[in-house]
């Protein structure tokens, strides 16, 4: 992949939307710009979890400003990553389609735990270096994610589905601050916080840090109110909380709450985001939280970095299913190999284009038997969902579709395929796929004839040797087999014969296909 001297990160989060433009200078980057707009998308979550007309609206407005502001950067140097609240909406598919027009870039909406593993990693490329485990409280608009990491390793990680937005809203609605309200948040966020103390208790970590805007105006608010313990540092401790909390009890109403440390726009909801963070500190133990600076737009910059450098995070992802899963490494070689040769031929575009279109491609041959380990009977509706559903490192939800539907159409009928392969291109892809497994099912090495294939809007071809054919005629009737199930799709699959001398012309033979074979 080409390597460029300026990337982008644009962070799509429930409470903010954030863009930063950084330089790249060998492995490590620097900010140039950055641009920040309290969108509060998760506040415009209808009761039925769809987004509201006004925060959609708002959210247009940010990212057309966004857009301006990387007109002219090339495709691959800008990644945009939605979080909790478009993991959530259902429609999002229709907001963003609107939302990619006006940023001019692929918006890619990304897991909890994936949020949580480029959070880290932002956060760990700007801490000192250290031998100690570290946790990581991340507190979002509609989530709140938690890491213990070493290094420049996550080790463990989790989301929760609650934010000092979706939590203000849910316990706070009017702003009133009772103590009533205050002790049934605390409740529910402790019980959240439960569900994870035991695997992120203070015995598995030895540093704590907070990141994002929420830690940082509790920190501010401590440090400038003197509600800490004295220090300067800038630290969270429980003691500071703890006076936090009297002080919100005394106010009484979050739209009056003038406080040094806070913004007057993050007042309506660090209600929300105090009592997510009292719970961390009592359920798991902590007793103090330093600053972060990296949060997810800085990981999601080097995670951006690391796949120009060949380290990237999804092909680590790919290996560690493959042995997950106990997928023969030879039967995916074999299919991997004819896919690529396959769908070099059939994919056009830029080079980046054709670079992630047959990586795509690669990462379905070798994964698309995964569902082998649940049951070899209907294995490729297990490799589906596995694909669809499972964590896997590096990846957006967007790619996982993407490959969990290559899994499931690369065998049987391919109406299943109808209305789900919405592009040319996947449909290329599935084209290699499906012949790739097809001319390998012996799941044995074997001499493969000359191949050559297209697939345009209403044909597809393949050139074959007929006497390949003739002597291996369960392949022959396979092939015929493929193109009925082609025809299910619109597609008139023909097959041909190589001309004398090698060369096709319009005088070949036709072997097969749907019309007038």
Same mark, same amino acid.
Not at 181 to 192: C, G, I, P, Y
């Given at each position: 992949m080409t390597e460029y001297s300026t990337l982008a990160a644009v962070d799509l989060g429930s409470n903010s939307f954030r863009l930063q433009v950084a330089r790249v200078v060998g492995e490590q980057?620097?900010?140039?710009?950055?641009?920040?707009?309290?969108? &509060?998308?998760?506040?415009? %979550?209808?009761?039925d979890k769809r987004l509201d007309e006004d925060s959609q609206a708002r959210a247009l407005d940010c990212l057309k400003c966004f857009g301006e502001r990387l007109r002219g950067f090339p495709p691959h140097t800008v990644r945009a990553v939605g979080t909790n609240s478009l993991r959530v909406a259902k429609n999002a598919p229709a907001f963003l389609k609107k939302a990619e027009a006006a940023l001019g870039f692929p918006i890619e909406v990304i897991a909890g735990r994936e949020e949580a593993r480029l959070i880290y990693l932002g956060v760990a490329?700007?801490?000192? $270096?250290?031998? !100690? !485990?570290?946790? *990581?409280?991340?507190?979002?608009?509609?989530?709140?994610?938690?890491?213990?990491?070493?290094?420049? #390793?996550p080790i463990r990680l989790e989301s929760l589905y609650m934010g000092c937005v979706s939590h203000s809203l849910r316990f706070f609605p009017d702003g009133k601050i009772t103590k009533a309200a205050? #002790? /049934?948040?605390? %409740?529910?966020?402790?019980?959240?916080?439960?569900?994870?103390?035991?695997?992120?208790?203070?015995?598995?970590? /030895? +540093?704590?840090?907070?990141?994002?805007?929420?830690?940082r105006a509790l920190g501010d608010i401590l440090?400038?109110? !003197?509600?800490?313990?004295?220090?300067?540092?800038?630290?969270?401790?429980?003691?500071?909380?703890?006076?936090?909390?009297?002080?919100?009890?005394?106010?009484? +109403?979050?739209?009056?709450?003038?406080?040094?440390?806070?913004?007057?726009?993050?007042?309506p909801v660090i209600v929300g985001g105090f009592v997510i963070m009292s719970a961390a500190f009592s359920e798991l133990g902590i007793r103090?939280?330093?600053?972060?600076?990296?949060?997810?737009?800085?990981? $999601?910059?080097? +995670?951006?970095?690391? &796949?120009?450098? !060949?380290?990237?995070?999804?092909?680590?992802?790919?290996?560690?299913?493959?042995?997950?899963? /106990?997928?023969?490494?030879?039967?995916?070689g074999r299919v991997e190999s004819l896919a690529l040769a396959l769908g070099k031929q059939l994919l056009t575009g830029s080079p980046d284009e054709l670079e992630d279109a047959l990586r795509i491609l690669s990462w379905a041959a070798r994964l698309h038997e995964v569902?082998?380990?649940?049951?070899?009977?209907?294995?490729? #509706?297990?490799?589906?969902?596995?694909?669809?559903?499972? +964590?896997?490192?590096?990846?957006?939800?967007?790619? /996982?579709?993407?490959l969990s539907l290559l899994a499931l159409a690369h065998r049987g009928t391919l109406s299943k395929a109808?209305?789900? *392969?919405?592009?040319?291109?996947?449909? #290329?892809?599935?084209?290699?796929?499906?012949?790739?497994?097809?001319?390998?099912?012996?799941?044995?090495?074997?001499?493969?004839? &000359?191949?050559?294939?297209?697939?345009?809007?209403?044909?597809?071809?393949?050139?074959?040797?007929?006497?390949? @054919?003739?002597?291996?005629?369960?392949?022959?009737?396979? @092939?015929?087999?493929?193109?009925?199930?082609?025809?299910t799709l619109g597609f008139d699959l023909r097959i041909r014969d190589w001309p004398e001398g090698g060369k096709a012309d319009k005088a070949d033979k036709l072997i097969g296909g749907t019309a007038g074979a």
């Amino acid at each position: 992949m080409t390597e460029y001297s300026t990337l982008a990160a644009v962070d799509l989060g429930s409470n903010s939307f954030r863009l930063q433009v950084a330089r790249v200078v060998g492995e490590q980057i620097y900010p140039l710009d950055n641009l920040r707009e309290m969108v &509060r998308l998760a506040a415009g %979550l209808t009761a039925d979890k769809r987004l509201d007309e006004d925060s959609q609206a708002r959210a247009l407005d940010c990212l057309k400003c966004f857009g301006e502001r990387l007109r002219g950067f090339p495709p691959h140097t800008v990644r945009a990553v939605g979080t909790n609240s478009l993991r959530v909406a259902k429609n999002a598919p229709a907001f963003l389609k609107k939302a990619e027009a006006a940023l001019g870039f692929p918006i890619e909406v990304i897991a909890g735990r994936e949020e949580a593993r480029l959070i880290y990693l932002g956060v760990a490329h700007g801490l000192p $270096v250290s031998s !100690n !485990n570290r946790l *990581v409280v991340d507190i979002g608009g509609g989530s709140t994610e938690f890491i213990i990491g070493s290094r420049l #390793k996550p080790i463990r990680l989790e989301s929760l589905y609650m934010g000092c937005v979706s939590h203000s809203l849910r316990f706070f609605p009017d702003g009133k601050i009772t103590k009533a309200a205050m #002790k /049934q948040a605390e %409740l529910a966020a402790r019980t959240e916080v439960q569900t994870i103390a035991a695997e992120f208790s203070g015995d598995q970590w /030895q +540093d704590a840090f907070g990141s994002s805007g929420t830690a940082r105006a509790l920190g501010d608010i401590l440090k400038l109110n !003197n509600f800490g313990d004295g220090s300067s540092s800038g630290d969270i401790t429980a003691e500071g909380l703890e006076n936090f909390r009297d002080y919100l009890l005394k106010v009484g +109403d979050s739209r009056k709450i003038e406080i040094a440390g806070l913004r007057a726009e993050r007042a309506p909801v660090i209600v929300g985001g105090f009592v997510i963070m009292s719970a961390a500190f009592s359920e798991l133990g902590i007793r103090r939280m330093s600053q972060a600076m990296g949060a997810l737009r800085q990981g $999601v910059l080097y +995670d951006l970095l690391g &796949r120009f450098h !060949n380290h990237d995070m999804r092909e680590v992802t790919v290996r560690q299913f493959m042995r997950r899963y /106990q997928v023969d490494p030879a039967q995916a070689g074999r299919v991997e190999s004819l896919a690529l040769a396959l769908g070099k031929q059939l994919l056009t575009g830029s080079p980046d284009e054709l670079e992630d279109a047959l990586r795509i491609l690669s990462w379905a041959a070798r994964l698309h038997e995964v569902g082998i380990s649940v049951a070899h009977s209907g294995y490729h #509706k297990h490799s589906a969902y596995i694909l669809g559903n499972a +964590d896997m490192p590096g990846f957006s939800k967007m790619e /996982q579709a993407r490959l969990s539907l290559l899994a499931l159409a690369h065998r049987g009928t391919l109406s299943k395929a109808r209305g789900l *392969v919405a592009t040319l291109p996947d449909l #290329k892809l599935l084209f290699a796929l499906r012949l790739a497994a097809l001319f390998h099912r012996s799941r044995s090495d074997i001499e493969l004839p &000359r191949l050559e294939v297209s697939l345009g809007n209403a044909e597809c071809a393949l050139r074959i040797e007929r006497e390949w @054919l003739e002597r291996n005629p369960l392949t022959d009737t396979a @092939l015929h087999t493929e193109a009925e199930e082609w025809a299910t799709l619109g597609f008139d699959l023909r097959i041909r014969d190589w001309p004398e001398g090698g060369k096709a012309d319009k005088a070949d033979k036709l072997i097969g296909g749907t019309a007038g074979a």
